[in-house]
């Protein structure tokens, strides 16, 4: 159904169903309002109609007889449009007893509203026809008010006279008229409120419409960017303030996209060449070694050389499943209140087996940090690792609290880093120094640091001049405690 598939359907259906239960609730209280009013004011009608209430029992009976003659000579010029007798308008006067001292009789007298207005001074009920006359029309005023009947009578019960000799005044009026109103003011609302849902509707389709136009042609423009046209944007063509954000939002988007498949295809480039160099290596080596017989020294020296170029593409792609595991945020074990002087130690320790460097280790030992301590080990380890390599013996390692974290700076003497190369340090394979040698390392020690970093939610920063050394700084977070978490039981 096209309401399912169209934006503009729904808001114009959504605003028509809202509009209709507007509708509905103004004509259900209209209606309401107007019958209780219609109510209220036949009432009042027949209290005003009544003849004298004060005076002697004749007086009041001669004032209804009067009264009475006039409904007659009203009624009968009103048969000609069809008003039976149960429509007539009726009086009677009774005594405090409920004996008929005046009336034709035809209305039947209540005991419970003769008393009512005994007491009160006056009473209303309703009468519906029955099997053998007028009967008082049962359930709550209210609800007879809002579903009056073609054929009922509003009577009312009047105290009268004095208190010698009090009379009750009996008078009736017919309600058809009522009826017929109500009925007709509901379809008289019905109409204007459907023709209004029905405007209201075609109004919101068409501005849904055309307020869903600028997102087709949104949808249309961010369709059009792909791998091959990077480069595209979605144009800012709209005053709209939402449309505005959400172009922004998009074009933010595909720029991150743009620059995460640049730098992904950047990755690839510098993983092939740096695997091809060491394939290409144990060929050539291995392709020499069989040109003709060799010594078992030869033979054996041959094999040693493409040994460690397989030990190189070994640790190039252990490092480069690593850095994929860390930036995919996985092997991760974190674990709270781990103790850091501990944790500087071992990778302080790992750090001098393998380069031979005099690295310096300063840490509270009382200080803890959150995280996994694997990755973390492994982080400090390859900063150290790049300090010494780079020839800054001593490295300095120190921690520190820093807020709600807690810092580490690892701090060498070596040749320092170019400004220029400073934003690239962290990228895969990326060496400032093109004229380092290869079993420096893998060119992925300070990405895999980056990735750890990121993962455990931190930053990392570094300060440096050319011969003067660099300092890499590592803020950690402390993960928010619960109140009470952590601390001992009573």
Avoid at 115 to 123: D, E
Avoid at 185 to 210: E, I, P, Y
Avoid at 413 to 442: N, S
């Amino acid at each position: 159904m096209i309401w399912k598939s169209s934006l503009p359907a729904r808001v114009a259906l959504a605003t028509s169903a809202l509009l209709a239960l507007v509708m509905a609730l103004i004509i259900g209280s209209a209606y309401a309002t107007t019958a209780l009013m219609l109510r209220e004011g036949v009432d009042r009608a027949l209290l005003a109609a009544l003849p004298v209430r004060s005076g002697s029992a004749r007086e009041i009976v001669s004032a209804a007889e009067r009264l009475a003659r006039r409904f007659e000579r009203e009624d009968d010029g009103d048969h000609a449009h069809g008003r039976d007798r149960r429509e007539r308008r009726d009086i009677q006067v009774l005594d405090p007893s409920g004996v008929v001292r005046f009336g034709s009789q035809s209305l039947p007298v209540d005991q419970d509203a003769l008393l009512s207005a005994r007491r009160r001074g006056v009473a209303f009920l309703s009468l519906v026809p029955g099997r053998d006359g007028w009967v008082r029309r049962s359930g709550p005023d209210v609800l007879q008010a809002l579903l009056p009947l073609q054929d009922e009578l509003r009577v009312v019960y009047a105290l009268a006279g004095d208190e010698r000799e009090p009379v009750i005044i009996q008078m009736s009026a017919p309600l058809g008229m009522v009826s017929e109103v109500l009925p007709d003011l509901v379809n008289r609302l019905a109409f204007l409120g459907a023709v209004g849902t029905v405007l209201c509707g075609a109004v919101a389709w068409v501005m849904a419409a055309r307020m869903y136009g600028p997102l087709r042609a949104i949808t249309a423009a961010a369709a059009e960017v792909s791998t091959r046209t990077p480069h595209l944007r979605i144009p800012d063509l709209w005053p709209d303030r939402t449309l505005h954000k959400l172009v922004g939002v998009l074009n933010a988007m595909i720029a991150r996209l743009q620059e995460a498949y640049a730098s992904q295809g950047r990755f690839v480039a510098a993983a092939a060449h740096e695997l091809r160099g060491p394939v290409a290596a144990m060929r050539t080596q291995l392709e020499v070694a069989l040109r003709r017989e060799r010594s078992p020294e030869e033979y054996r020296a041959a094999l040693g050389e493409a040994l460690a170029e397989a030990e190189h593409l070994s640790d190039v792609t252990d490092h480069l499943l690593t850095l994929a595991r860390y930036e995919r945020g996985a092997s991760l074990a974190m674990e709270r209140d781990v103790p850091l002087a501990p944790l500087l130690e071992r990778a302080v320790t790992e750090a001098r087996r393998c380069t031979g460097g005099e690295v310096l280790l300063e840490c509270d030992p009382a200080l803890c940090v959150d995280g996994d301590c694997i990755s973390l080990e492994r982080m400090v380890a390859n900063l150290v690792r790049n300090g010494l390599q780079a020839g800054g013996e001593p490295v300095v390692v120190t921690a520190a609290p820093d807020g709600d974290g807690v810092v580490i700076t690892v701090t060498d003497r070596g040749r320092g880093i170019d400004p220029a190369d400073l934003p690239h340090i962290f990228e895969p394979f990326y060496r400032a120094d093109p004229a380092r040698r290869r079993e420096e390392g893998t060119g992925l020690g300070l990405a895999i640091v980056k990735s750890v970093v990121d993962a455990h939610g931190g930053r990392i920063s570094v300060s440096s001049e050319p011969g003067s050394g660099a300092a890499f700084t590592v803020w950690l977070p402390r993960q928010p405690r619960a109140h009470g978490e952590g601390e001992p039981g009573p």
